[in-house]
């Protein structure tokens, strides 16, 4: 059984930084993806970066280029989301989500979803 657990959202104002974490656990696939999505009220879901296993292929929408980092660490089953300049449009609910088989930027193959964090940022 698969289980990812965020952590690492808050407050905080813009310009600031952010990172988050998620503990995944429970799957043993050669090949996988993780990625995060963020969700603000009212509006779609939206993906906001992938990563291999191995970390060496990520992919991020264009909203948040430049600004968040991807990356994650093999022995400790843990994906990270490392946030700079972040914009009071970055607000939303974050969400930790894994797929079966390599990422390709595809944002529909993901099966497995953390509860999500929170972060929030204020002018």
């Known amino acids: 059984h698969v289980q990812l657990v965020e952590s690492g959202g808050g407050s905080v104002q813009a310009g600031g930084s952010l990172r988050l974490s998620c503990a995944a656990s429970?799957?043993?696939?050669?090949?996988?993806?993780l990625g995060w999505f963020r969700q603000a009220p009212g509006d779609p879901r939206e993906g906001v970066a992938q990563?291999?296993?191995?970390?060496?292929?990520?992919y991020y929408a264009d909203s948040v280029k430049g600004r968040f980092t991807i990356s994650q660490d093999d022995a400790k089953n843990t994906v990270y989301l490392q946030m700079n300049i972040l914009k009071p449009e970055d607000t939303a609910s974050y969400y930790c989500?894994?797929?079966?088989?390599?990422?390709?930027?595809?944002?529909?193959?993901?099966?497995?979803w953390g509860q999500g964090t929170q972060v929030t940022v204020s002018l």
């Open positions: 989500a894994a797929a079966i088989g390599a990422c390709g930027g595809n944002w529909n193959s993901f099966r497995y």
């Open positions: 429970g799957y043993s696939y050669s090949s996988y993806c």
């Open positions: 990563i291999n296993r191995g970390g060496k292929w990520t």
